[in-house]
């Protein structure tokens, strides 16, 4: 998944309440397609690639999709600009009095932003996303190569190396942990800011 989730996907069998869905969204600035049934939803992800996908695991018809199918799948709420706050949430999150923001791209300490590179915010952002979970170094380093061939192990401990010069003057040690043999992890409790 990308740092950034733009791209929507709305699995709904109703016509009118998938267009509703799709319609807010798309006001909102996302790419949003709609989808009647999981088979419609896997055809149009195999042409492009949703970040998110939503649906409502109550409907009969939706109770098939497997747990995990989608990277991001989430119940579907009541209101769409409930989902909206929903999802700007989740692109929000604070650990070791740090906010990094997917969307905006931001890293700040209350009011003072911390400058990071491309690469750089993307780990920081996968390390966040993981919520203490230790991410290895491969997969680190492939989510932050622009190409297959620019992926190397060490990429991600310069890095790490880059963003705890970065973050610890102004948020103390321990935010990201090194996991000898397997790679890093937040060392932070992460929420939802």
């Given at each position: 998944m990308a740092a950034t989730a733009r791209h929507i996907m709305v699995i709904e069998p109703s016509d009118a309440l998938r267009a509703r869905y799709v319609a807010t969204l798309a006001e909102a600035?996302?790419?949003v397609r709609?989808?009647?049934t999981p088979a419609q939803c896997d055809a149009a992800i195999a042409e492009a690639p949703a970040d998110?996908?939503?649906?409502?695991?109550?409907?009969p018809v939706l109770r098939a999709v497997p747990n995990g199918r989608a990277p991001a799948a989430d119940a579907l709420p009541i209101d769409p600009?409930?989902?909206l706050d929903r999802h700007a949430a989740l692109q929000r999150l604070a650990f070791g009095g740090l906010v990094i923001d997917a969307l905006a791209r931001t890293l700040h300490h209350g009011a003072q932003p911390i400058m990071?590179?491309?690469g750089e915010f993307t780990l920081l952002?996968?390390?966040?996303s993981a919520r203490g979970a230790v991410l290895t170094r491969d997969r680190l380093c492939n989510a932050v190569a622009r190409t297959p061939a620019?992926?190397?192990p060490r990429t991600a401990d310069a890095l790490v190396r880059r963003i705890r010069r970065k973050i610890e003057p102004v948020?103390?040690?321990g935010i990201v942990l090194t996991v000898p043999g397997l790679g890093y992890r937040l060392g932070a409790e992460v929420r939802a800011a």
């Open positions: 600035g996302y790419w709609g989808s009647a998110i996908v939503v649906l409502d695991l109550t409907r600009v409930a989902l990071l590179t491309r952002w996968l390390l966040a620019d992926s190397d948020a103390g040690g």
